[in-house]
């Protein structure tokens, strides 16, 4: 059976890990309460998941420690407030360590949904922006992550399921029969005993590409079709549209380091530059923004891509504000 927390006990989880990170660094933390954490993560995955997350929003919180606090300082007319004829001695106050706790705690929910939005919470396994990363699964099956892609992993004794929260991966499965594995993706789910095959999850939609292999694919009227290596298939939650990549070779391009267009809108191809490039390239001519984009382009040389926009479309415009902020208009 699967350990994975519904959504309220992944929150409920999250905040107990915050307060067992909160007291550790409270500066009074005794050895009891330290085996007690050690016995809480160990007692189910999802609580070591739990501390795993809250570990991460501590170290990004790194550089905001000893900054101050907004409002902590006296408003001015405090600042300049006539002192008592008779100062009144004051025994400096120290917060009890469970009111630290939940400070602490709601400073690192709050952090949380900023510095890892919803689909990093509930991820096994994350990339950044023009990151990308292979590992293996417990099964033996091997998955290469794309750029700005958060997976969770979900076994159990009869199948192998892995939840694509965003971006796109590359599966190579281990054959099990008795085992299958089911990549879901939104609504949409792809089923498969052993075969390749790339999956990106769009906003509307889940686009699934077939190397080798067949794999049975269903949307979330489980409505199902079948694919067989060199088809692609676009699945909303009404519809399944098949296709036919030519040559299939140009399936998962991005595992080779290439980005390719063909004949994508203006809109699209600028649309995926972004997914890769550091920074942000922004289209403010709409009237150009279905004119049709080809060509095959390096993830390492982006610019590169940026400026063969102008030679498909000779009526853009390119203004490189910074490094990081090109307008095409």
Not at 20 to 26: A, D, P, V
Not at 224 to 250: C, F, K, W, Y
Request: hydrophobic share 40%; charged share 25%.
């Amino acid at each position: 059976m699967s350990t994975e927390p519904k959504p309220d006990d992944a929150e409920r989880l999250l905040e107990r890990a915050c307060g067992w990170l909160s007291r550790m660094h409270s500066g009074d933390f005794s050895l009891a309460e330290q085996r007690q954490l050690e016995d809480w993560r160990a007692a189910d995955p999802a609580h070591d998941r739990a501390w795993q997350q809250a570990r991460k929003v501590w170290r990004g919180m790194e550089g905001l420690r000893g900054r101050a606090i907004p409002g902590s300082e006296p408003l001015l007319h405090e600042r300049y407030r006539k002192p008592q004829s008779r100062p009144i001695r004051e025994t400096p106050y120290r917060p009890p360590r469970w009111a630290l706790a939940i400070a602490c705690s709601a400073v690192l929910a709050v952090t949380l949904a900023v510095l890892f939005p919803p689909p990093a919470w509930r991820a096994d396994y994350l990339t950044g922006k023009g990151e990308q990363r292979s590992l293996f699964l417990a099964d033996g099956s091997r998955v290469t992550l794309n750029t700005a892609t958060a997976l969770a992993v979900h076994f159990d004794d009869s199948v192998r399921r892995v939840e694509l929260l965003a971006g796109e991966a590359f599966f190579e499965v281990a054959k099990n029969a008795q085992r299958p594995f089911v990549v879901n993706a939104g609504g949409s789910e792809v089923w498969a005993i052993g075969t390749a095959f790339d999956v990106q999850r769009q906003s509307a939609q889940t686009r699934v590409e077939l190397l080798e292999g067949i794999v049975e694919i269903r949307n979330a009227q489980q409505h199902r079709e079948r694919l067989t290596a060199g088809q692609s298939a676009s699945i909303d939650a009404d519809n399944i549209a098949l296709q036919t990549v030519n040559p299939p070779e140009s399936m998962a391009l991005w595992r080779e380091g290439y980005l390719q267009f063909d004949g994508v809108p203006l809109r699209e191809a600028v649309a995926q530059i972004n997914q890769y490039r550091p920074g942000r390239v922004l289209l403010l001519n709409p009237a150009l923004a279905d004119k049709r984009i080809s060509g095959l382009f390096r993830l390492d040389a982006l610019d590169q891509a940026i400026a063969s926009l102008k030679a498909a479309v000779p009526e853009l415009e390119i203004t490189n504000i910074t490094p990081y902020l090109v307008v095409v208009r």
